[in-house]
T-cell receptor
Framework: GENVEQHPSTLSVQEGDSAVIKCTYSDSASNYFPWYKQELGKGPQLIIDIRSNVGEKKDQRIAVTLNKTAKHFSLHITETQPEDSAVYFCAARGDGNQFYFGTGTSLTVIP | ETGVTQTPRHLVMGMTNKKSLKCEQHLGHNAMYWYKQSAKKPLELMFVYNFKEQTENNSVPSRFSPECPNSSHLFLHLHTLQPEDSALYLC????FGTGNSPLHFGNGTRLTVT
């Protein structure tokens, strides 16, 4: 099956700086890669996603890049704000509509 | 407000109790999922229902019993649980068969087994 690895596990940045979270996957058949943000006491919420036929996607301060050859994808958050502090999860969708998740990155934005 | 509602939000139960978790989705999706979230671990898929039919059971112990009476409701029946079953249980839904549909999660039930 698919194996998704996520790094780093914790990340602290100063407000206004950028944050980058990286994930790798093992199954070349995976074709869809969502990113989720989980705040304390809540379930994961979709923030951005990318399909395998696209190399980059941007939505305001959030962007995701995908390198199919190297089997890795990254989340980029620019101009970070304290409300960006949360746990972020990457995921890859393999065969059978099953999603495989990374172990999460706890992001802290220091005011 | 999330389109996936889970109740209760918190549950404390003894090892000999029987309880049920409930999930309802208001998104018109045809697939529903149970995930277990433990500290320092990836989300663990427990069960998947597509069109009310169970399609995945990832070696989950029989003390967890799912039920999907229709495409909008999902239950997880619990009995004789172990302390290691304490975790956040997340329900999710998606639209299966229409391309790349993401999972939509509820806010979870925080379960503590004493």
């Amino acid at each position: 099956g698919e194996n998704v690895e996520q790094h780093p596990s914790t990340l602290s940045v100063q407000e206004g700086d950028s944050a980058v979270i990286k994930c790798t996957y093992s199954d070349s058949a995976s074709n869809y890669f969502p990113w989720y943000k989980q705040e304390l006491g809540k379930g994961p919420q979709l923030i951005i996603d990318i399909r395998s036929n696209v190399g980059e996607k941007k939505d305001q301060r959030i962007a995701v890049t995908l390198n199919k050859t190297a089997k890795h994808f990254s989340l980029h958050i620019t101009e970070t704000q304290p409300e960006d502090s949360a746990v972020y999860f990457c995921a890859a969708r393999g065969d059978g509509n099953q999603f495989y998740f990374g172990t999460g990155t706890s992001l802290t934005v220091i005011p | 407000e999330t389109g996936v509602t889970q109740t209760p939000r918190h549950l404390v139960m003894g090892m000999t109790n029987k309880k049920s978790l409930k999930c309802e989705q208001h998104l018109g999706h045809n697939a529903m999922y149970w995930y277990k979230q433990s500290a320092k671990k990836p989300l663990e898929l427990m069960f998947v229902y597509n069109f009310k039919e169970q399609t995945e059971n990832n070696s989950v112990p029989s003390r967890f019993s799912p039920e999907c009476p229709n495409s909008s409701h999902l239950f997880l029946h619990l009995h004789t649980l172990q302390p290691e079953d304490s975790a956040l249980y997340l329900c999710a839904s998606s639209q299966f068969g229409t391309g790349n549909s993401p999972l939509h999660f509820g806010n979870g039930t925080r379960l503590t087994v004493t």
